[in-house]
């Protein structure tokens, strides 16, 4: 098994080194090799995506990234800026299916900005269609305007479209994954306003069929929006097109606490895939040694399980995750105001966190054995 490794920028370098050493505690048979990607690439190699960086993420089984992005590259060209690394990636790799679980962990209930009878025990799947959708459709550009009330002014456009097959893709991930949980599928569309969204629902619908053993309902995204504040329990699987799961993913991960808890899959057909944890760079935080690295081991958790065919080691992570909150150690962007006043909740770094979670994993090994 060969693992492409690209921690990125920021905060990324500082996280994967806590996963890499998770991964590496395992005693499992993989090859890591590391990369240059993002700004760092750019500083370096003059390109966010150097050719050596593709090539190695083409053949590797599967791509354990960190982050990119600074505020400083922002007066780049587009092409040259990081976060055309992971428009790359995504392309070149054809990853078209995004998985973001959003788990509400026991200890956790209080650093949800909602209140903890809403989000205890909060376990939902938001799947994110990566390919298509408004972010790559062309045309898109800028022009003087060729009509309407504004003819002869300047504008800009993108295109929003899906090709059946996109959908297909897709809705087939999305009833897959609910067969393996509470067989329930929300399809979040704008249907009633676009063209797109109303195909979109129409051919999630047909494959649905195919599926009669998991219930299918449809909401728009404006009150799937508000139903995942109101009442996120409700929900199981989500699929949605590229920008609505980009934005719902984001508001799924604050009922979690953190984004800094949060992981990521994207797969493509032959289920090679990148896992990265939800947030960026945080430019803001880093350096400081204070991020949170459990988006990222959780990540590698998610690897394992999905790329890899590791489910054991994968459950192993995962355990070893709780352990270290049940233990209770926080990083700062999960200690809450009530931690201040418990001495058994502890505010720990990057690394302590990483160690913490590698003695959990050393700990149950020993005593089994
Ligand atoms: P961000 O996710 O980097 O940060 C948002 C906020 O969350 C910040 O306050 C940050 O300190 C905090 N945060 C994020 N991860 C954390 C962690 N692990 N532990 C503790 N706190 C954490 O989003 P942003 O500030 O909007 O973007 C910063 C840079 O990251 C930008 O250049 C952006 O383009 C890039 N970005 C990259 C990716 C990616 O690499 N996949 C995704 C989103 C944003």
């Keep these: 098994m060969k693992i492409a490794?690209?921690?990125?920028?920021?905060?990324?370098?500082?996280?994967?080194?806590e996963a890499v050493k998770v991964l590496k505690v395992l005693d499992l048979k993989f090859e890591l090799e590391f990369a240059d990607v993002g700004g760092t690439a750019y500083d370096k190699h003059g390109h966010p995506?150097?050719?050596?960086?593709?090539?190695?993420?083409?053949?590797?089984?599967?791509?354990?990234?960190?982050?990119?992005?600074?505020?400083?590259?922002?007066?780049?060209?587009?092409?040259?800026?990081?976060?055309?690394?992971?428009?790359?990636?995504?392309?070149?790799?054809?990853?078209?299916?995004?998985f973001r679980p959003a788990i509400c962990y026991e200890q956790l209930t209080d650093a949800s900005s909602l209140k903890p009878e809403l989000v205890a025990g909060l376990d939902i799947l938001i799947i994110r269609e990566l390919t298509g959708d408004i972010y790559f459709g062309q045309p898109r550009g800028r022009r003087t305007s060729p009509d309407g009330a504004f003819a002869g002014a300047e504008e800009a456009f993108d295109t929003m479209r899906y090709t059946r097959p996109e959908i297909e893709r897709i809705a087939h991930v999305a009833f897959q994954a609910a067969r393996?949980?509470?067989k329930k599928v929300t399809s979040v569309d704008k249907a009633n306003v676009l063209e797109t969204f109303q195909f979109w629902r129409?051919?999630?619908?047909?494959?649905?069929?195919?599926?009669?053993?998991?219930?299918?309902?449809?909401?728009?995204?404006?009150?799937?929006?508000?139903?995942?504040?109101?009442?996120?329990?409700?929900?199981?699987v989500v699929?949605?097109?590229?920008?609505?799961?980009?934005?719902?993913?984001?508001?799924?991960?604050?009922?979690?606490?953190?984004?800094?808890?949060?992981?990521?899959?994207?797969?493509?057909?032959?289920n090679q895939g990148l896992y990265e944890p939800s947030h960026?760079?945080?430019p803001d935080i880093a350096g400081k040694g204070v991020a949170n690295p459990l988006a990222t081991i959780l990540s590698a958790a998610m690897m394992l399980r999905f790329s890899l065919n590791q489910p054991q080691a994968a459950d192993r992570i995962e355990s070893a995750v709780q352990d270290v909150l049940a233990q209770?150690?926080?990083?700062?962007?999960?200690?809450?105001?009530?931690?201040?006043?418990?001495?058994?909740?502890?505010?720990v770094g990057t690394r302590e966190m990483g160690d913490a979670v590698v003695a959990a994993i050393t700990k149950k090994t020993t005593t089994k054995s």
């Design 5 to 17: 490794v690209l921690p990125g920028d920021g905060i990324g370098t500082e996280i994967v080194q």
């Design 49 to 98: 995506l150097p050719e050596a960086t593709l090539k190695l993420a083409k053949e590797a089984d599967a791509i354990l990234f960190g982050a990119v992005g600074d505020w400083k590259y922002d007066q780049l060209e587009r092409q040259f800026r990081p976060e055309q690394a992971i428009l790359g990636l995504r392309k070149n790799l054809g990853l078209f299916a995004n």
């Design 180 to 182: 393996k949980r509470s």
């Design 202 to 236: 129409d051919v999630v619908t047909e494959v649905s069929q195919q599926y009669p053993d998991v219930k299918l309902d449809h909401m728009y995204v404006d009150n799937a929006a508000m139903q995942l504040v109101k009442s996120p329990k409700s929900f199981d």
């Design 239 to 270: 699929v949605t097109g590229n920008m609505f799961g980009d934005i719902l993913s984001d508001e799924a991960a604050m009922l979690t606490g953190s984004i800094g808890m949060l992981p990521s899959a994207s797969l493509n057909a032959s």
């Design 280 to 282: 960026g760079s945080a």
């Design 328 to 347: 209770g150690l926080r990083t700062a962007d999960i200690f809450s105001e009530g931690n201040a006043k418990t001495p058994s909740v502890v505010k």
